[in-house]
């Protein structure tokens, strides 16, 4: 079974602060995901990668950035928190144009 | 932006009854897919229909696909309370290769009465 864990359940952080998700998937997916899901507005794309050091922008990129330094793992950072990046953040990964796998999420809140 | 469309966006049924639900896209696709979130959880595949295709079945799930109309509708037959949740199209963009994000609906939320 494909295994995506995010590093967080929940989350509380100040505004301005520099915060960083974690998503790890346990399958060698090539691709991997950031997506943010708000009432009445569903799930958006942030930002993805299709390889190592590779990153793409997605609809809303601006406020965060991205990193992925091995395979396995794709970081989402708020370089300066705000209170509108309240949301919760869903990391998800596959394989060329199939199925994508979702960890649990993260609820973060920024005060 | 968005690409798929739910309707409806609420529905609430009786256990056993049928649960259909509706999603409309804008652009070509190359495959389709359904996912099911339960309340503050992640989401959870349920089926994907490549643009060839124009049905699927699995389990108590139905999937067609109408690429004329681009549309989509999901089944669920015999309805259980565990059912209850939001069921949300998602359409992976015919962008001429390479991966691209899904573009995901609003949502359905169905709740399965007892």
């Known amino acids: 079974d494909v295994k995506v864990t995010q590093s967080s359940r929940y989350l509380v952080k100040r505004t301005g602060e520099k915060v960083f998700l974690e998503c790890v998937q346990d399958?060698?997916?090539?691709?991997m995901f950031w997506y943010r899901q708000d009432p009445g507005l569903g799930l958006r794309l942030i930002y993805f990668?299709?390889?190592?050091?590779?990153?793409e922008k997605g609809d809303i990129p601006e406020g965060y950035s991205v990193s992925r330094e091995k395979k396995e793992r794709f970081s989402l950072i708020l370089e300066s928190a705000s209170t509108n990046q309240t949301s919760m953040y869903l990391c998800a990964s596959n394989i060329g144009l199939d199925t994508q796998y979702f960890g649990p999420g993260t609820r973060l809140t920024v005060l | 932006s968005q690409q798929g469309e739910e309707d409806p966006q609420a529905l609430s049924i009786q256990e056993g009854e049928n649960a259909t639900m509706n999603c409309s896209y804008k652009?070509?696709?190359?495959?389709l897919q359904w996912y099911r979130q339960n309340s503050g959880r992640g989401l959870v595949h349920l089926i994907l229909?490549?643009?060839?295709?124009r049905e699927k079945h699995s389990g108590r799930l139905r999937v067609t696909l109408d690429t004329s109309k681009k549309s989509s509708s999901l089944l669920i037959t015999a309805s259980r309370a565990a059912d209850t949740a939001s069921y949300f199209c998602a359409t992976d963009l015919n962008s001429g290769g390479g991966a691209d994000g899904l573009t995901f609906g609003k949502g359905t939320h169905l709740i399965i009465q007892p």
């Open positions: 229909i490549r643009s060839n295709e």
């Open positions: 399958m060698d997916h090539e691709n």
């Open positions: 652009t070509s696709i190359n495959n």
């Open positions: 990668s299709y390889d190592v050091k590779m990153k």
